[in-house]
T-cell receptor
Framework: DAGVIQSPRHEVTEMGQEVTLRCKPI?????LFWYRQTMMRGLELLIY????????DSGMPEDRFSAKMPNASFSTLKIQPSEPRDSAVYFC???????????FGSGTRLTVV | GQQLNQSPQSMFIQEGEDVSMNCTSS?????WLWYKQDPGEGPVLLIA?????ELTSNGRLTAQFGITRKDSFLNISASIPSDVGIYFC????????????????FGKGTHLIIQP
């Protein structure tokens, strides 16, 4: 099992540019989560999907953030336009059900300059 | 929204000592989870607790789900250098009616530093 795969591992972009983060969940998992981690705010849930359907996006900070899950094996988190305060580590996690712990990817470290 | 208060924020201990950390919440959780995060990696699940009062062990780790469902603790016995890292508690409110999993609320973490 390859685990949750995120790409890219590191992203440096200029303010105003569009950024797309990618995630491939573990095969067979039906829930997918996007988290953001910063020193100040810790790990924050941005949005999650069950069976490819967005369930709760109340953690998405602004309209500049959007997420999609077109199929069970792929999800994207897009920031457009990006701002320096979006700099953080973004994690994707997947799960089979509430009775199982989540498996996290290795994260994407985003730096917006 | 739900908040988790995790303490202590950091711990400096000697190798071989026991470690104890805890989390409290103003809200009830149905599931408590403890994760460890190493630098440059995502959190890794250590222990999951599903029932109030449950006490679960995983090697040198022991965790308990508080009776009130508003707290949990994690103990590490006889610490070793590889225990260094950030430990997070996380709570989950309940099962989404569609059969999947809800999002987790995380504590701010406990930084564990071990002096040889």
């Amino acid at each position: 099992d390859a685990g949750v795969i995120q790409s890219p591992r590191h992203e440096v972009t200029e303010m105003g540019q569009e950024v797309t983060l990618r995630c491939k969940p573990i095969s067979g998992h039906n829930s997918l989560f996007w988290y953001r981690q910063t020193m100040m705010r810790g790990l924050e849930l941005l949005i999650y999907f069950n069976n490819n359907v967005p369930i709760d996006d109340s953690g998405m900070p602004e309209d500049r953030f959007s997420a999609k899950m077109p199929n069970a094996s792929f999800s994207t988190l897009k920031i457009q336009p990006s701002e320096p305060r979006d700099s953080a580590v973004y994690f994707c996690a997947s799960s089979f059900s509430v009775t199982y712990g989540y498996t996290f990817g290795s994260g994407t470290r985003l730096t917006v300059v | 929204g739900q908040q988790l208060n995790q303490s202590p924020q950091s711990m400096f201990i000697q190798e071989g000592e026991d470690v104890s950390m805890n989390c409290t919440s103003s809200s009830i959780f149905n599931t408590w989870l403890w994760y460890k995060q190493d630098p440059g990696e995502g959190p890794v699940l250590l222990i999951a607790l599903y029932k109030a009062g449950e006490l679960t062990s995983n090697g040198r780790l022991t965790a308990q789900f508080g009776i009130t469902r508003k707290d949990s603790f994690l103990n590490i016995s006889a610490s070793i250098p590889s225990d260094v890292g950030i430990y997070f508690c996380a709570g989950q409110g309940g099962m989404y009616s569609g059969g999947g999993a809800d999002g987790l609320t995380f504590g701010k973490g406990t930084h564990l530093i071990i002096q040889p």
